[in-house]
């Protein structure tokens, strides 16, 4: 990097489908209304920057490389859409998961928490919150200049649980029944 140049460091996590669905009260009562799925959800997401990222980026190069989890491109599962769900339906039920994923801490952005050391290098501070789940990690460090990608850079980094947590994840996994049946008496006792 030099002194023209700007960094963004985007971090994704593994990605899934994911289920929203709307609670409406039927008489008296919180039950679950509409739904649609998410196709390939990524399950963290996490940008950092050392200036504001509108200041840096385009809009429609924030698109085109989703830079942002407001750009993030999120498809529905067609056949997942509840019925009577109209397009409009798309933008709430859309809004509504970026919103849950940012209270759980799984979608954060940290403007100007990239410092530059020197010339040539840069720093950036993250914490994985526990809710992650385990798999491989994408993070992406671009360097901007006049708006422009003037260099960008892969790295794959893998995120697993270990010591007793480890253990109790792949006991739950791989005995999931008896696993059930002790969390139900534990919360019994």
Same mark, same amino acid.
């Given at each position: 990097?030099?002194? /023209? ?9 593994? &990605?899934?489908? *994911? #289920?929203?669905?709307? /609670? ?8 679950? !209304?509409?739904?649609? %799925? ?5 399950? @963290? ?5 050392? =200036?504001?990222?509108? $200041? ?11 830079? +942002? ?16 769900? $109209?397009?409009?339906? @798309? $933008? ?9 994923? *940012?209270? *759980? +801490?799984?979608? =954060? =952005? ?16 993250? *914490? ?8 491989? @990690? ?16 892969? &790295?794959?980094?893998? %995120? ?8 109790? @994840? ?9 696993? !059930?049946?002790?969390?139900? #008496?534990?919360?019994?006792?």
């Amino acid at each position: 990097a030099d002194a /023209k140049a700007d960094i963004i460091v985007i971090v994704r996590g593994p &990605t899934h489908n *994911q #289920l929203v669905r709307r /609670k409406e009260r039927v008489f008296g009562v919180w039950a679950n !209304g509409p739904e649609m %799925v998410f196709i390939d959800v990524p399950s @963290y997401y996490f940008i950092a920057s050392n =200036r504001p990222i509108e $200041d840096i980026v385009p809009p429609e190069t924030a698109r085109l490389h989703q830079i +942002g989890y407001e750009d993030i491109v999120l498809n529905p599962l067609k056949k997942s859409i509840s019925a009577g769900l $109209d397009e409009s339906a @798309y $933008d709430d039920f859309r809004k509504a998961l970026l919103r849950v994923k *940012q209270e *759980q +801490g799984l979608y =954060r =952005r940290l403007i100007g928490n990239v410092h530059f050391k020197d010339d040539k290098l840069f720093r950036t501070v993250l *914490q994985f919150p526990n809710n992650i789940p385990v798999g491989s @990690y994408t993070v992406d460090v671009l360097v901007f200049r006049d708006g422009e990608i003037a260099d960008e850079k892969t &790295t794959i980094i893998g %995120v697993k649980k270990i010591g007793v947590e480890a253990e109790v @994840y792949d006991f739950a996994h791989r005995h999931a029944l008896p696993y !059930g049946v002790l969390a139900i #008496l534990l919360a019994a006792m």
